[in-house]
């Protein structure tokens, strides 16, 4: 009897355990689900990376956007994201690069012609930077003021080789969020 009884407990114990309701699936807890989600729509890996990137998650950024090069091959919104990316993480030859390539991918692409003037500035390029930025804002065909500061500051630069390394750059970092959306974001 004794032997039942603790059977009884152990199993109405268990029971209380249980936080499934009846109909839910177990992905629907507290916890990340264990692998995909039937029904679920994945986010693409450029989508991840920009909001990886505005968190700060700089590394996670950019092995989102690697997949995302896999996963649609690469263009120049591919491209000028890696270039974006390496750029918040100090690499700035690698970003140099990178960017350069997806203006050879398409010459008409904003964001891939501003992170490269930002670049350039960081590398002290500013003569080349504000012709960078001053492409960049005919593209856009001056909408952006962040763009137009960039140059702002690039000229400025130029005009004062002196000019404080605070406000060498401004600060600024476009990447493409899909057709014709931007996202602002600080590179330091």
Request: glycine content about 10%.
């Amino acid at each position: 009897m004794k032997h039942a009884v603790g059977t009884a407990l152990i199993l109405t114990a268990l029971a209380a355990c249980e936080t499934r309701q009846p109909g839910v699936s177990l992905g629907d807890g507290p916890f990340a689900p264990s692998g995909p989600v039937a029904g679920a729509e994945a986010v693409d890996g450029l989508t991840v990376g920009h909001r990886l990137m505005a968190a700060g998650q700089h590394e996670l950024a950019l092995k989102a956007y690697l997949r995302a090069a896999g996963e649609i091959g690469i263009n120049a919104d591919v491209l000028s994201a890696i270039g974006s990316a390496n750029l918040h993480l100090g690499r700035i030859g690698q970003a140099e690069t990178i960017l350069r390539r997806a203006i050879k991918e398409d010459q008409s692409f904003v964001p891939a012609w501003n992170n490269l003037g930002v670049v350039l500035i960081e590398q002290g390029q500013a003569a080349e930077a504000a012709r960078v930025f001053q492409t960049a804002f005919a593209l856009d065909s001056g909408n952006s003021d962040e763009i137009r500061e960039n140059l702002r500051l690039a000229l400025a630069n130029i005009q004062n080789p002196a000019y404080s390394s605070e406000k060498k750059t401004g600060n600024f970092d476009l990447v493409r969020r899909g057709r014709g959306q931007y996202l602002i974001l600080s590179t330091r």
